[in-house]
């Protein structure tokens, strides 16, 4: 009998873990195709609407000056748009090759930030608060991406109107750099999932919103490849704040 029981118990772990690694291995292979989906929409649109608006500056030789001057402005976005999907998948597929090659300096956070701002035509709304004084050392090239994705993610997920916040703070061991929307915020279950490859929460509140799941997985690794860490906590009344949380090594 005591055989038995060790031969069954064994069996049932077994089984435990063969069914885990299946459905997880069901669960990536889900989100790769919907990463596919997403990816193959989210070309097609710019592509699509740059060729729009440049036939129609081509074909209506009467156009007046303003519909000229915002036909190209929709241009440039889109192409700013397919500029950055494109980098993103071009970096998801190189950051693990990537890890040991950081090449840090230091930067003046804030100034490095309103440069980031003011290249985008798609940020509108920005407030950044980061003190005047702070001198971080990081890769510039690097930190770009997660300045832009976590602007992007703030931004899609907030209305048009509403004002998104770009923070420092530093304690006795760390610098926090946080960024702040008033958006439909974050499910408590689905907070360190959202910055695994590919995901991207399905509920009634995001299903709608475009995106590929590449965004905050880029953040997160590349955080961790220069020894600091993100998580996201709810923003009161509503919405969310993404914190990076920086030793204050890199702070010179």
Same mark, same amino acid.
């Given at each position: 009998?005591? /055989?038995?029981?060790?031969?069954?118990?064994?069996?049932?772990?077994?089984?435990?873990?063969?069914?885990?690694?299946?459905?997880?291995?069901?669960? *990536?292979?889900?989100?790769?195709?919907?990463?596919? *989906?997403?990816?193959? +929409?989210?070309?097609?649109?710019?592509? @699509?609407? %740059?060729?729009?608006?440049? /036939?129609?500056?081509?074909?209506?030789?009467?156009?007046?000056?303003?519909?000229?001057?915002?036909?190209?402005?929709?241009?440039?976005?889109?192409?700013?748009?397919?500029?950055?999907?494109?980098?993103?998948? !071009? =970096?998801?597929?190189?950051?693990?090759?990537?890890?040991?090659?950081?090449?840090?300096?230091?930067?003046?956070?804030?100034? $490095?930030?309103? %440069?980031?701002?003011?290249?985008?035509? $798609?940020?509108?709304?920005?407030?950044?608060?980061?003190?005047?004084? !702070?001198? !971080?050392?990081?890769?510039?090239?690097?930190?770009?991406?997660?300045?832009?994705?976590? =602007?992007?993610? @703030?931004?899609?997920?907030?209305?048009?109107?509403?004002?998104?916040?770009? /923070?420092?703070?530093?304690?006795?061991?760390? =610098? $926090?750099?946080? $960024?702040?929307?008033?958006?439909?915020?974050?499910?408590?279950?689905?907070?360190?999932?959202?910055?695994?490859?590919?995901?991207?929460?399905?509920?009634?509140?995001?299903?709608?919103?475009?995106?590929?799941?590449?965004?905050?997985? *880029?953040?997160?690794?590349?955080?961790?490849? +220069?020894? @600091?860490?993100?998580?996201?906590?709810?923003?009161?009344?509503?919405?969310?704040?993404?914190?990076?949380?920086?030793?204050? /090594?890199?702070?010179?």
């Amino acid at each position: 009998m005591g /055989e038995a029981t060790v031969f069954v118990t064994l069996i049932g772990i077994g089984a435990f873990y063969v069914i885990r690694s299946f459905y997880r291995e069901f669960s *990536l292979a889900k989100r790769q195709k919907n990463f596919s *989906l997403s990816v193959t +929409h989210e070309l097609k649109t710019p592509i @699509a609407s %740059t060729r729009l608006f440049a /036939e129609t500056l081509l074909n209506r030789k009467e156009i007046s000056e303003d519909k000229k001057q915002s036909s190209l402005e929709k241009i440039i976005q889109e192409q700013d748009r397919l500029q950055q999907l494109v980098d993103k998948i !071009l =970096l998801a597929s190189s950051i693990g090759e990537s890890k040991q090659s950081l090449s840090y300096k230091p930067i003046a956070f804030k100034e $490095f930030v309103n %440069t980031i701002v003011n290249s985008n035509s $798609f940020y509108n709304n920005i407030q950044n608060n980061i003190d005047e004084k !702070l001198v !971080l050392s990081v890769d510039d090239f690097y930190m770009t991406s997660v300045i832009q994705n976590l =602007l992007d993610n @703030a931004r899609k997920y907030s209305s048009a109107e509403e004002t998104i916040v770009v /923070e420092s703070k530093i304690d006795s061991s760390n =610098l $926090f750099i946080s $960024f702040i929307d008033k958006g439909i915020g974050v499910p408590d279950k689905e907070k360190t999932k959202i910055f695994e490859q590919f995901y991207r929460v399905e509920d009634e509140d995001t299903r709608s919103y475009k995106g590929t799941g590449l965004g905050l997985y *880029l953040v997160n690794e590349i955080v961790k490849m +220069h020894g @600091a860490k993100i998580y996201c906590k709810n923003n009161n009344p509503k919405g969310s704040i993404f914190t990076i949380q920086f030793k204050l /090594e890199n702070v010179k």
